[in-house]
Each structure stands twice: as C-alpha cells, then as structure tokens.
C-alpha cells in the first residue's frame, strides 16, 4: 500500500483521473435498485487521498470544476426556472421546499449543538444530509478547512438512500393515484376547406384564425402537397394541415393523419442538424433557404423534445430540423444547415468564457446577513444565478449564451467529476482520521434529512392537496440529487418530476442551501470539538 501510495504521490495526473474512472465504475453499481452515481467520484477521493495526500490536484481545478457543473445547469434550467417560479405552483412549491430546507438547517444547528460539533463538521453533515455539493464548497470556503468534506461524506449515502426509501414507502403505504399521460409529441390533423367554411380565405387570413399553438403544415391540392404561400387562396376541395401537440390538436376537433407525410411526389421531408454558426439565433420567421428553392422548416426536434416550429422559435446548435422541400432539394438543404452530428457538442467558447467571469465578479459580492455578517454567494452558487439569467434570455446582442444538451451533459459531468474527485482526494487523510468518530454525524444527519422529506411529503401531500408525481419534484430539486429525480421519475412517469425540479432545484436545492451552510458555520463555531 506504501509503494501505491509513493507512485500514486509522483503521479497525481494519473491520481486524478484513475479516482474519477473507478468513481463512475462503482458509481453504476445497483443495489436493490440504488446507486451512487457520480458521488461515488468522492468516495474513491477520499480512499485515494488517505494513501496518497501529495497527489491533491491545486484548488483552482477544484473550483473550475465545480462552477463548470452550476454555470451548466443554471443554463439548462434558466428558462423552466424563471416560467415557473413565477407562477402560482412554482411559488408554493418553492416556498414549500424552502420551509424544508430551512427547518433542516435549524435542526441541524440544535443537533450540532447537542452532539458537541465543531462549525464546519456541523455545516459539512448538513450539506451531506441534504445532498449540496456546491453548499459543502461554501462551508469549506467559510470555515477555512476541509472538515465539511469529511462529515459530508460520511453522511452523503443516506441524503440518495433517505429520500428513496420515503418515496417507495409513501406510494406503497397511500396508493396515490398517478395519472400517466401518453408521450407528447407533435402531430398532424387536415381539414377540407369547404367542410370548415374555409373557401375563399387566403392563407394569411387563415394563419390569423389559428391558434397559437397550432402550426400550419402545407396546403394540399389535387392529390399534391404545396408550401402554404400567403398570398394562396383556398378552394374548395384544397386540404389543409396543420400540426401541434394532442391538447391543441384536439381542440380543433380534426382528424389525426400522417398521410402527408406519405406523398412525396413534389414535395420531400429531409431531417437535418443545424451545424452552421450563421443560423444560430436565428428565429425561424428570418432564416433564409436556399436561393429558387421553395423549403419550410415543419418540424423542431431539441434534444429529446418536440418544439413547435413557431416564427419567434430560436435556433439553437444542434437542433435537428425536417425540411418540407422540393423533391430535387434534398442535398441542397441538407449542405445549406450544415447536418452535421458534430453540432451537438458545439458552443460558443466566448460566451462560455464570458459567462464565467460573469459568475466570478458575482460571487465576490458580499451579501450582508442580519444578526450573522456578511456572506457571499461564492463559486458555488455564483455561477448559476449567473447560468439562470443567461439561460432565460437565451442570447443577447451577438452572445449565444445557449449550450447543446450535449456539450451541457458534457460540461456538468466533467465539472462534478473534477469537483469530487479533487475534494475527495484533500479531504482522505482527515476523513482516515475522523471515520471512527462518524456515529454522531450518521444520527444527526438521518434527522436532518428525514426532516426536509417529510415535511414535504405529508404537508404538500395533505396540506396544500399537491399531487404525489409533483411532490416527488419538489423532494428532488430540494435536494437536487439527479438520482432521486431518477428514481421519482421511475415511480410516477408522468414527466411532472422533472419540470418541478427544473422549478426548485437552482434556488433551494443550491443557493438557500450554499447560504444555510454559510450561517451554520457562523452560528455554530462556539460549539466543542467532537468526542
């Protein structure tokens, strides 16, 4: 073990990474249906670090690595986060998941205190408890040491297998009732002019009877599918299409048909990437198709999701589009966006660059606390209050702020590996020492954690009437553990976990989180050490 330990201190390149490819490996591994993800990256750290504590990479990659992650997911859910806060469920279930957190965090100081803890083991098995990577950053950065990382990781397993157990033991013990509601995806109706009293209406004046979620298709005359031209006027036996999702579909009481997309005598249907820079922005009512070509964009695929290929719609890299095009068109259009796979791992690194820095000047900013000093946001939340603003506008002036679903996969995964696996490896040598001391933190964790579980599920459930598949999101993003938003979405696969946690996830499952931690170490730092 001696001799591993000497390499291993020579070589913290190859330290790093072989931390980071074992993490994942066990990560992967399923007990009873529960992993540890990527948190398995910190538990081989801290085995790695307890042999071999020279080969800690600098704290800068650590911090790089942990703003990559929020600054990601602060894009991705800039958007959702913004939409539904504002509306009347995102504020109750924000406020809902905010009263968890913050009795968690009142529970623990009393706990901490109780049980005769330091500051920052305090603040590190809060964290832990709770499952916030980025509030542990915040309790290191706050107490000057790597104590949080060592009480959060002896607490982290049960934050994944905690909230896991409520939820399996709450839907077997109440049966709620989970309405699954069939895939959401874009489809087409047509009607005949004369039966919908159509005839003689140009195509400009029936767009302004549509409503907004309806998208018209083609126009249809003869047997022969036509781009709907405005100036076009209807006849009776013309057939019109149009396309959107079940719910607005229905409400136009039409037929469902997909044999539009069968006739291909004149006109074909050519999926595509969108890979050329020039379209990026660009809103579907100003791009431009090839010059003598009559094209029209009919249908946005973004990542796993159906867009409504609406005029003010914005191209993003990596968009997949279907083209309505002349049968002779196929290969101009195809080489007119590019099509190329490659645009899903594209992204401006100006913006990216700019984004961070942005992030950076934020988390300097000293946010005075009543009765507690001043605090600040930090690399842990900076940048994705930071990543939340951009990701809403989506672009401003030239900046693309936007990344492909890809590249912010890509981001986010490497940023939490680089992130863990660096706090892993400098926490091993005080984690091998306080181990045997873990009782108390295991004990006043599990009260932490079962605190903000069940004041959500019982008062959200019985309380304020939310329904089960919306709890399950608001548990998730309070946490913020990509896990248990997996497994919630396993036990009710209704798609409501998700966007809840999209809702909740960046200002309690981050920033109130990153503050709590901040104010524990502030609070407790009378307390006695442990044992």
């Not at 990601?72 to 968890?100: D, M, Q, V």
């Not at 990596?318 to 083209?323: F, H, K, L, N, R």
């Not at 940023?415 to 660096?422: E, H, K, Q, T, V």
Request: hydrophobic share 50%; with cysteine; charged share 15%.
């Amino acid at each position: 073990m001696d001799s591993i330990g000497t390499f291993l201190n020579s070589q913290p390149f190859i330290a790093l990474f072989l931390v980071i490819s074992l993490g994942y490996a066990i990560g992967k591994i399923s007990i009873a249906g529960l992993s540890l993800g990527s948190g398995a990256v910190l538990f081989v750290g801290l085995a790695v670090g307890a042999i071999a504590p020279k080969a800690t990479p600098p704290g800068l990659l650590i911090s790089v690595g942990l703003a990559m992650f929020v600054y990601g997911l602060g894009i991705r859910y800039g958007k959702e986060f913004f939409r539904g806060i504002a509306s009347p469920f995102g504020i109750k279930a924000n406020l809902l998941a905010a009263c968890a957190v913050l009795m968690g965090g009142v529970v623990a100081v009393f706990a901490a205190k109780f049980a005769g803890m330091e500051s920052d083991f305090a603040a590190g098995m809060f964290t832990g408890a709770t499952g916030s990577t980025p509030g542990m950053q915040a309790a290191m950065e706050a107490s000057g040491t790597l104590n949080p990382a060592v009480s959060y990781a002896i607490v982290y397993p049960f934050s994944i297998i905690g909230p896991i157990l409520c939820f399996y033991l709450f839907n077997l013990l109440l049966k709620p009732k989970i309405d699954i509601p069939a895939p959401s995806r874009l489809i087409v109706a047509e009607a005949r002019a004369d039966e919908r009293g159509l005839s003689g209406l140009t195509i400009a004046e029936l767009l302004q009877r549509l409503p907004e979620d309806v998208h018209l298709l083609q126009l249809r005359r003869s047997g022969m599918n036509l781009i709907p031209d405005p100036t076009i006027r209807l006849e009776p036996d013309d057939v019109v299409s149009v396309q959107g999702f079940p719910e607005a579909i229905s409400k136009l009481e039409l037929g469902s048909t997909e044999e539009v997309r069968g006739d291909r005598r004149q006109f074909d249907y050519v999926r595509c990437f969108v890979s050329k820079s020039q379209f990026v922005g660009t809103k579907l009512s100003e791009l431009e198709m090839p010059e003598g070509l009559s094209a029209k964009v009919i249908h946005v695929r973004r990542g796993d999701a159906d867009v409504l290929p609406s005029p003010s719609l914005t191209i993003e890299y990596g968009d997949q589009v279907i083209v309505m095009v002349e049968a002779s068109g196929r290969d101009a259009i195809s080489k007119h966006f590019g099509d190329s796979i490659s645009a899903q791992a594209e992204y401006s690194f100006v913006s990216l660059g700019l984004g961070l820095v942005l992030s950076a000047f934020l988390a300097m900013v000293p946010i005075p606390i009543p009765g507690v000093g001043k605090i600040s946001l930090g690399m842990a939340a900076g940048p994705l209050v930071v990543g939340l603003i951009l990701g809403y506008f989506g672009r401003l002036g030239p900046f693309n702020w936007n990344l492909p679903t890809v590249a912010n996969n890509v981001l986010q995964g490497f940023g939490i590996s680089l992130f863990l696996a660096g706090v892993g490896m400098g926490a091993g040598a005080p984690f091998a020492e306080n181990i045997a001391k873990g009782l108390p933190f295991i004990i006043t964790g599990i009260l932490v954690l079962m605190t903000v579980v069940l004041f959500i599920l019982l008062v959200g459930y019985y309380v304020l009437k939310i329904n089960f598949d919306d709890l399950l999101g608001v548990v998730a993003g309070a946490f913020g553990n990509p896990a248990i938003l997996g497994y919630a979405n396993q036990l009710a696969p209704t798609g409501r976990a998700s966007i809840v946690f999209g809702m909740v996830v960046p200002v309690v499952g981050v920033v109130l989180k990153v503050i709590i931690a901040q104010v524990i170490v502030s609070l407790a730092s009378g307390a006695a050490p442990v044992g």
